[in-house]
């Protein structure tokens, strides 16, 4: 295991939801840093889906999963989640958790994958 280790991914059907977690493994803390989730498809390039915020005041989504997608942090378990609905096919993709050790949240922002604390993936699959 790595610093950061996301899980949660699953197979659903359209419509449905799911909650992946990112937890950071010691001695290693993300609590304070901002934790962004990217996703990345087969042949597609990697989209910046969410951000928080080290101290939780900020959060950014992408276009493509506004008003579906939430985010939260629990510091005692040092974990971030990202709570998804309202699922469809296009949000098929290896989910990854990743930290560049800022505070704060960058819109549509990748962090650099030399330097960054990256997690393995979590495979999110949505058919029916």
């Known amino acids: 295991q790595g610093p950061l280790v996301e899980s949660g991914g699953d197979l659903v059907q359209p419509g449905g939801s799911l909650r992946l977690s990112c937890t950071s493994t010691a001695p290693f803390d993300l609590q304070h840093w901002a934790i962004y989730w990217i996703r990345q498809a087969p042949g597609q390039e990697r989209e910046a889906v969410a951000c928080i915020s080290s101290n939780d005041k900020y959060t950014y989504f992408a276009d493509s999963v506004q008003g579906r997608f939430t985010i939260s942090r629990d510091n005692a378990q040092k974990t971030v989640y990202l709570h998804m609905h309202s699922l469809e096919p296009e949000d098929t993709a290896v989910y990854y958790c990743?930290?560049?050790?800022?505070?704060?949240?960058?819109?549509?922002?990748?962090?650099?994958?030399?330097?960054?604390?990256w997690g393995q993936g979590t495979q999110v699959t949505v058919s029916s």
């Open positions: 990743a930290t560049d050790f800022v505070p704060a949240c960058a819109s549509n922002h990748i962090p650099d994958s030399k330097s960054a604390f």
